[in-house]
């Protein structure tokens, strides 16, 4: 700063581009708002989270009824040690559609294991679990009435 014979200040400004001139400058800027997180983010990553974790244990389940069901041979003893029967799981229509049943159950939850991983990245995407919620509902329901279906024709 200077100062002058009659009392006055100058100041002594640099120079300014041209581009920047008459522009104003940015208070709100992508990075700024990206960084804000919702107060509830946590707790729905954790139910998601949770969500996939009951699938996967659901799958194991599933897959592990369906394989094992599958795969039953057995002989057995009718009255005597020499009167005997072998049985597997296709004798019987309840254990055949219990294989199938299971079957597409294992198959739906394998299927629904990408959606349950949307919902851990974007907690707060709202399409993927009202996919998962609708379609769960449709599958409960379905092997509802498949079952009551094939008793039925049996």
Same mark, same amino acid.
């Given at each position: 700063? =200077? $100062?002058?014979?009659? &009392?006055?200040?100058?100041?002594?400004? @640099?120079?300014?581009?041209?581009?920047?001139?008459?522009? #104003?400058?940015?208070?709100?800027?992508?990075?700024?708002?990206?960084?804000?997180?919702?107060?509830?983010?946590?707790?729905?990553?954790?139910?998601?989270?949770?969500?996939?974790?009951?699938?996967?244990?659901?799958?194991?389940?599933?897959?592990? =009824? $369906?394989?094992?069901? &599958?795969?039953?041979?057995?002989?057995? @003893?009718?009255?005597?040690?020499?009167?005997?029967?072998? #049985?597997?799981?296709?004798?019987?229509?309840?254990?055949?559609?219990?294989?199938?049943?299971?079957?597409?159950?294992?198959?739906?939850?394998?299927?629904?294991?990408?959606?349950?991983?949307?919902?851990?990245?974007?907690?707060?995407?709202?399409?993927?679990?009202?996919?998962?919620?609708?379609?769960?509902?449709?599958?409960?329901?379905?092997?509802?009435?498949?079952?009551?279906?094939?008793?039925?024709?049996?």
């Amino acid at each position: 700063m =200077a $100062t002058g014979k009659n &009392g006055e200040t100058a100041i002594n400004m @640099p120079e300014t581009k041209a581009s920047v001139k008459g522009t #104003a400058p940015l208070l709100n800027s992508s990075k700024v708002v990206s960084t804000v997180e919702h107060p509830n983010r946590g707790v729905k990553k954790g139910f998601a989270i949770g969500d996939f974790v009951l699938r996967l244990c659901a799958l194991g389940a599933a897959l592990g =009824a $369906t394989v094992a069901m &599958g795969n039953a041979d057995q002989v057995l @003893p009718f009255f005597t040690q020499f009167l005997q029967f072998e #049985a597997q799981y296709d004798d019987f229509d309840t254990f055949r559609f219990f294989v199938m049943a299971m079957g597409m159950v294992s198959g739906y939850l394998f299927i629904s294991l990408p959606f349950s991983i949307i919902g851990i990245i974007r907690p707060f995407a709202t399409k993927p679990r009202l996919f998962l919620v609708i379609f769960d509902s449709v599958n409960s329901t379905h092997t509802i009435y498949i079952y009551i279906y094939i008793y039925e024709l049996f």
